[in-house]
């Protein structure tokens, strides 16, 4: 499980947590992780769903979320529902890898 005061560590740049038999779901505390611009989750047990709060509210002033967000790493876990619209609101992203067959189209 990742723990939720993963969220504490507010200067972290690149957290790396692949292929570490995770499971539970994506605490929201990863929406304090303003700096983060690379997340890699993939390969563990992750369930859930991706809940939009992780993500910048599209406003443009947002202060919470992923916003420095470049790689978002994902893939071979176990997360199912829609991917959020949210998602979109991540201005710097260059690599999305949600390799996962539970995962459903965006949700409008």
């Known amino acids: ?11 972290l740049q690149f957290l790396d947590l692949s ?6 779901s994506l605490p929201l505390s ?7 611009y690379e997340l890699d989750v993939s390969r ?7 809940d939009s709060r992780l993500f910048p509210d599209g406003s443009g ?10 790689n978002f790493l994902l ?7 829609k991917i959020p619209e949210e998602i979109g609101n991540l201005k710097h992203l260059v690599i999305l890898a949600l390799d996962d067959k539970s995962l459903l189209g965006l949700e409008l």
Request: aromatic residues 0%.
């Open 30 to 36: 990863l929406a304090n992780l303003t700096q983060v």
């Open 19 to 24: 292929t570490n038999s995770l499971n539970g």
């Open 44 to 50: 563990n047990n992750i369930t859930g769903k991706l």
């Open 75 to 81: 893939q071979t876990n176990e997360l199912g529902g």
């Open 1 to 11: 499980t990742i723990p939720t005061s993963i969220g504490t560590l507010s200067k």
């Open 61 to 70: 002033k947002s202060k919470t979320g992923l916003i420095s967000l470049k």
